[in-house]
Each structure stands twice: as C-alpha cells, then as structure tokens.
C-alpha cells in the first residue's frame, strides 16, 4: 500500500501536530524518534529490546549496507527486515550524506556522485536511480532519494548547487522508483533563507511521501537550526510528515516539535550511552564522574526501564570503567528508552492538548532539577 | 546454610557421576558449566539471558573485583549478587591465578604474595586471609582459598613449592571463614603425579567442602591433562564436589565428566564468541570464513536457541565483520547455551545410565558431522 500520513490533531499554541504514518510495516505514531540501525542493527541492541522500548520504526544506512555486506547478501532475505529480525517499519537514509562525510575521492556531477568507499578504497557510483534500486532492495518502508549535503560553514554557492542537484535528482528518484514504498524528499538549503524557500517551492511540488529538512544539525548553532526549522516548516505541504535529519538532543527536539516537526533521528542515545553518558530528566550525566562510583541509585530515579529497575549507577559505572559491552548495551537501552518515553510524553501532552505546558515542565526540570 | 553434595547416581561405566549442589543461592546441578563473570559480568551478557539459557552458576574473579571498583563498593551492596542483579549461586575465584599470569613484580613468601595492579601499578598484598575477606565479602557461595599456580612448563621445584605453600594456605583460608559460605581447596602439582598425590595426601584431610584440580589448562597438551585428571580424581574424596578449573573445550569436558569432575569453568564460549567462532554440534565455524557471507541458514540447525531462531551465519557474519558489539552478544550467547545444553545432555544420559552412548554419539558428530 502506499505510504500514508494522518494528522489526528494540531496544537492551539504551536504548530505542532499529533498524526500517525501508515507503512507496509505497521503504524508509526508521530512524533517519533526512529533509532539509527546504521550496519542493520542499533548499536548493542536486540531487536527484542528495541520492541521492549516501545520503538516503532528504526534506521538503515544504504551507503554502510550497499558497502557491506553487500545487496547481494540483502536480497537472499529479501530485505533488510528479516536479515536484521526487524518487522517493524525501516527507513533508509540515502546515503547522501556519509558519501560527503565518510568517503573520499568524491567526483560530483549532474549525473550523480563517485566516490571510494571507506572501507577498502573501491570506487562506486550513486545515482538517484541506483540509490532507490538499493532502497528497494533493502525494502525499507520509507525511503530517502540521495542529495548533496553540504557541510557547514559552506560557500553559499555551494550550498546552492546542493540545492539545484538535489532538486534535480529527487524529480528522477521519483520516477525510478518501482514499488510502493514511501519516498521522502529532501530539502537543502543550509542556513540561507533565499535557498530554502526555492529548495520548497521546486521539490514540495513534486508527489513524494514526505518531505525531510537535510542540512542542518551539521554543525551550526542550535539557534540558528530552530531558525532555519521555524521558517521552512509553514513553506512545508502541511498534510506531509515533516522530517529532520540527525536531530537531535532532547531539547532539540521540544523546540523542533513545537515548530512543526514529525519525525527524528540521531545516533545521540546510542553514541553517548557508548561514551558513558546517560539521559535523565534532571539533566545529562556522564559516569566518567567519580562521585558515582558508590552510588547505589539507579541512573533516573524517574525511570520506570529495566536497567534503572536493577542496575545502580556505581555498578554501571564499573561497567563503563571496564570497558565491559554490558555498559553500552545497558545505557543504550536506557537512553533509548528515555527518548522513546520523551515522544510518548509529547504525543500524550498534544493529544491533551497541553504540550507547551509539558515542553515546560520538562525542561524546568532537565535544566536545572539537578546536579549534574 | 553450610554447602552441601548430594550424589544422585554413579556411572556404571566411568568415573562420572549426576550430583546437586544445595548452596546459600539456590542449588546446582552436576556436572555443571559455569559462565565466566571476570568484573561481575558475564561479558556482552545480561543475567536474564544467563537465565534464559540455563545457567546455574557463575564466576567472579576476585583479584579484578578487588581492584576495581574495590571491595568498599561491593560491601554496599552486601555482596556481588546486589551489585550485578544476580540472584543465583556465585563461585569466586581466589585470585591466585590472575596474581600469576597478570600481575607484575610479584614477591611470594610464606605470609603470601605481594604484586602490583596491572590497571595502575599500585601494589597490594593478598594472603591466605586476606582472601577469604575478599570473598566473604563478594559473598560468593563457593569461595576458592588463594593457592599458587606456576606456569607450564615450570621447573619441578617450583612446582613442589607451589603445593607445599598452597597446602599451608589452604588450612589457613578455612581458619579464616567467619561465614557459611562453600570454601573449595584448590590441589597443585603440575603434570607430576608424585606431587598432585602429596598435594591430595596434605590438602583433602582438611575440612573443605569441594577440591578442585588447579594447575592444570595452564598450557599442557590435552592428553597430558586428562592423565592427570584420571589420576587424581579417584584419590579425591569421593563425596565432595570435584572441580577442573579453566577447562575447558567441550571434547575436554566429556574427557573430564568421564574420570570423575563434576565442575568446570572457562572463558571459551564467550572470548572465542567474540572472536567470531560459534560452537556447533557438528563442530567450531569461524564466521571469519568468507563461505559463511551469504548463507541464509542459523549457525547450527540443531540448536534452539533464539539466536539460532532468528538470525542466519550471513547477518552474524555481517555483525562480525562490522565489529558490532551485537556480534559478540549474540556469539556469546548461542555458546553459553550450547555449553549449557551439552551438560544438560551429559546429566540426561547420566540419569539414563547412558553416558558413554552419548558421549560417542557427540563426539561421532562434533568431529566428523559436518564440513568446517
């Protein structure tokens, strides 16, 4: 079936929504934080736990499983969901942006992009077309066309032939594609006005699934990302999920909603429970710190996961300070889980109508309702 | 509660024998494998999977354990079991090995062993006491005394002081029990048959309350070990727990359950794990092994584990290869639970007087079932 948005309420206050995104593989409830399963699998997790959370759709990487293992190995399960034990929805990121951050050698022309692969040095070439030949390989539920990111700072020419090429290039993705799996398409325009509102005007007008805000979250100032968020959305075809990429903390994503976003993703859960840092709602903590080392409480006292039910912060500590997996397994889990029951929280507060009361209350409390 | 055997039948054919073990946690059933808790983790595992696959019983190491995080935080916990959300019997190592093989710039006397931390350099004493404190604190339900355990091959002299110190140790570990906790003697001597029967001769008079054959798996052949094995066991006395520490594969396992050890431990399952190696009942695989890139099947056919239910030697092979930390969780786990099963089987044909059977019938199809 064709991929499908509901927008089951909008905010008084604000412009967010609450809405449900119909997918080949089930519901997805938005706003959603879909966890990143880069290689086919969210770092240090099971499936099973992901179910566990409550997540509801997660993240595959075309440019890391293009590399490796390889489609040959992805279409002998007919897809990533049964390779990965996943029947959830996925969504593939286009691998647009990991050509331009992780691989070199980039030659980058109307046709599409080459480059050689991180890995083993082996040159390869992505198209639009090619790019959703593997994403239907993959058999992700919401696919993303490829684009040209632009890091920040950028030349604004530069960011202005991103803008043109990517425009160009989701008009073809859109006619390469063969199945019914949604399409997104994805807007540039990095920091500059002027180009976001021509990357709307020329991709809204096309018939994609959705419509996602790339380049940002690539190193400019936060206040400048909101900026950027709070003038592209209202140029957005309302009755579309609205998707930012690789955003973000929990903050980011409160004021990201509040300006009409649907759906995120970012490796921050995963990445920084590896690095030892875990969410709570009194604030960040890192168990680097040494006055954690004899503290026999759980991690959030608010926290109703399975590792803050059995698990102190000293033991997790110990855990972190060995160098054992079981301490990036369980504060994986842990931040995932504090993300997931952050979108819940949000989806209940709209639903209430009350999400800018509920934006306040938790950031009262993330800010300033603890040490750190 | 004081620990206690139980010998449920005697093997008509060998040595081996079906017993339980009833300790302060819970009880254990004979011949037993148990998983290996270095740092109070069963490394890349949780304990509900150890749960979930069958584990009775598992290790903590008290040399690591003593050094990081320390024993003032174990004792806020009021033990091991708190601090790692364990409930099950624990066996605590003593330490002894680990101050020979990690350690540096030991200096052993009468009193006991002075070395220096490998983590940070500081130095430490550990004596005979010393230890039991550690472990009592630990709360562990099988305490091992400190021995010394030299190297193989090591001069004949140093391994007559290993069994004369180590049996003078031993008598003081049990004077220096405040608990009710399982205290197991731990019998030196090397390869050389002369001292293993002094060593039984001075040691098995005393009061423990389970021996195990240390000095052994420290680098002999195979061959050599198991004639050590068969000659020591039947002068061990025959109603107390018998244990081989650090074995073993699964072939030295059925060679040991055969001439009479009833307890074994070893870190294969969960480091070869990591390391890509599956255990199988047709034999080890290395998912290193490039044939394994697009095979849809489980790691081994005959396996019910939820790893084997759900994930095919392609997708681990791909985790592998992408050094992803589910990789190691999911090697591991399917190890320990084949290292689980294999003792359940060796219990089963035990119970149904048919060990010798089953032990043809495994190894018949571990050595020559399958192609590697």
Known sequence: MKLRFEILKKDKDTYARL???????????????????TNATVKAMSTDELKEIGSQVILNNTYHLYLRP?????????GSHKFMNWD???????????????????????NGVEFQSHLDGSRHIFTPEKVIEIEETINSDIMMMLDVCPPY????????DAVRLSNNWGERALNARKTDNGLFGILQGGIHKDLR????????????????????SVGEPSDMMYEIVEYVTPLMPIDKPHYLMGVGTPIDILES????????DCVIPTRNGRNGMAFTSVGPISLKNNRYRTDTFPLDENCDCSVCKNYSKAYLRHLF????ILA???????NLYFFTKLMERIRISLKEGRFKEYKKEFLDKYLNGGLK
Chains 1, 2 share one sequence.
């Open 70 to 78: 390889g489609m040959e190995v992805i279409s002998l399960f007919g």
């Open 257 to 264: 909603v509040e300006r009409g976003i649907d759906m995120f």
């Open 197 to 216: 509102k021509r990357a709307v005007e020329e991709l809204c007008r096309l018939d994609f699934d959705g419509f996602s805000i790339g380049g940002l």
């Open 328 to 334: 990036a397994r369980f504060l994986s889990y842990h």
């Open 153 to 160: 700072p950028a030349e604004k020419e530069e960011v202005e």
């Open 88 to 110: 959830g929805p996925i969504l593939s990121d286009s691998g647009g942006f990991q050509v331009f951050s992780l691989a070199s050698l980039r030659k980058i022309n109307e």
């Open 19 to 37: 809405g449900k995104i119909y997918t080949n593989h089930g519901e997805i409830d938005t706003p959603i934080f879909m966890p990143v399963g």
């Open 321 to 324: 300070k060995s160098k054992e």
